[in-house]
């Protein structure tokens, strides 16, 4: 009897080695899965958005005091593209610094006007709409914008504006 008793923590302590090394294991296909999922991703979008007819439109938002984001539309020559409606934990996030792509797509060389449209609350709650529209020149080489919505003091309202990344 005492024999058997000595031998039952030694099984325990097997059993429990076996699970961490599963557990291992487990975490470790995972970090392969994430890894190959990424590098999928990066594969998708090569494919898709060739360097030299890809373009990406990214959004920042450095308001908060006289702007609350609603919503954001972006048209690229006469077609709307995107659209997004911001909820309060979105629009939180970009306050924060975040910075989202509101659009990735294909467009070719040659001249092309972007609008984007902002709506939200601006100050003393009244609705606020504002547009700005920049004409770009796209060459062969990746495109990127940003739309850029800012709080101006001077002004006691939000600006918006859309900057071409170099």
Known sequence: SVMLLTAIPSVYAADESAE???????????????????????????????A?????????????????LDSVKLKVDDEIVAAHLYTERQAKALERG?????????????????????????PDNRAYKQAATLMMDKGTDVAALEIRIQDESSRYQPSVNIVEWE
Request: hydrophobic share 40%; proline share 1%.
């Open 52 to 68: 030299s007819t890809q373009f990406t439109v990214f959004l920042s938002l450095n308001a908060g005091e006289f702007l609350k």
């Open 98 to 122: 975040g910075m989202q792509r509101l659009y990735i797509g294909n467009l070719k060389t040659g001249s092309h006007e972007i609008t984007a449209f902002v709506e939200g609350m601006g």
């Open 20 to 50: 961490s090394s599963v557990a291992d294991s487990v975490e470790t296909m995972k970090k392969k899965v994430i890894e190959l999922n990424r590098d999928l991703f990066i594969l998708e979008e090569d494919l898709l958005f060739p």
